[in-house]
């Protein structure tokens, strides 16, 4: 009977001891050269699922949905406050690709925060600001400033209505002066009010009104002038 040969297995033994070493599946804490850790999911060698990430480098936590490597879903970012040693919340919400993306709330202190849309990891689309000092800007944003219809409301409840572009009132607006008992609203191009009317408006519940109330208007044509005033700053968008 003639003996038959199995072919011997050539394979070298670093191959086998890279299978194993390849992470998928839930896995205890995995430590990093430079000191950052990560427990959670894998996939193929890669963070995938959920899992906690520990960056030394930059002294934040990050406690959330990953995919192929990177933070995708819904995550919270927390940064290590350097007098306590506790980690403060700083952004909780959505990601993609690494960036903060659809709707998600940024701590930027305990007394500011933003709450609303993101995309690329900027503030676009609608969202709330909430200022430290006291103002509260609500509407529309792009690329991480005031673009679109929006309402800035003052601390002192004074407030604007109207058009953004780049940050500032930009187009048609109105500014209740609530503080004074008078309205502006007319056409603004980068934050100055450029042509509009000014009435009366709550002059009787006005903390400080002023001294004396705004004049009726005699033209014969106000809306007419006003008009062609509009058409030296209005701009087809």
Request: glycine share 14%.
């Amino acid at each position: 009977m003639p003996i038959v040969k199995h072919p011997r297995n050539t394979e070298p033994p670093w191959r086998e001891w890279d299978r194993k070493a390849q992470k998928s599946g839930l896995r205890h804490t995995v430590y990093s050269v430079n000191g950052d850790q990560y427990t959670g999911e894998w996939l193929n060698n890669m963070r995938h699922g959920k899992g906690t990430y520990v960056c030394k480098t930059t002294n934040t936590i990050y406690e959330g949905d990953w995919k192929y490597g990177k933070r995708s879903g819904f995550g919270t970012l927390s940064v290590r406050d350097p007098i306590t040693g506790e980690y403060v919340k700083v952004y909780s919400g959505g990601w993609k690709n690494d960036k903060k993306q659809g709707y998600g709330t940024y701590f930027c202190t305990d007394r500011e925060y933003y709450e609303g849309d993101w995309k690329a990891g900027q503030r676009s689309g609608w969202g709330r600001m909430y200022f430290a000092n006291g103002d509260i800007y609500e509407g529309e944003w792009l690329e991480d400033k005031h673009c679109g219809q929006g309402m800035l409301r003052l601390a002192n409840e004074n407030r604007y209505e109207g058009l953004w572009k780049h940050g500032k009132k930009h187009g048609h607006g109105k500014f209740y002066y609530l503080d004074k008992g008078q309205m502006y609203e007319g056409i603004w191009v980068e934050d100055i009010p450029k042509c509009g009317s000014v009435v009366d408006f709550g002059r009787a519940e006005a903390p400080s009104p002023t001294k004396y109330p705004i004049p009726e208007v005699k033209l014969a044509d106000t809306e007419g002038v006003l008009q062609m005033a509009r058409n030296l700053f209005e701009t087809p968008e």
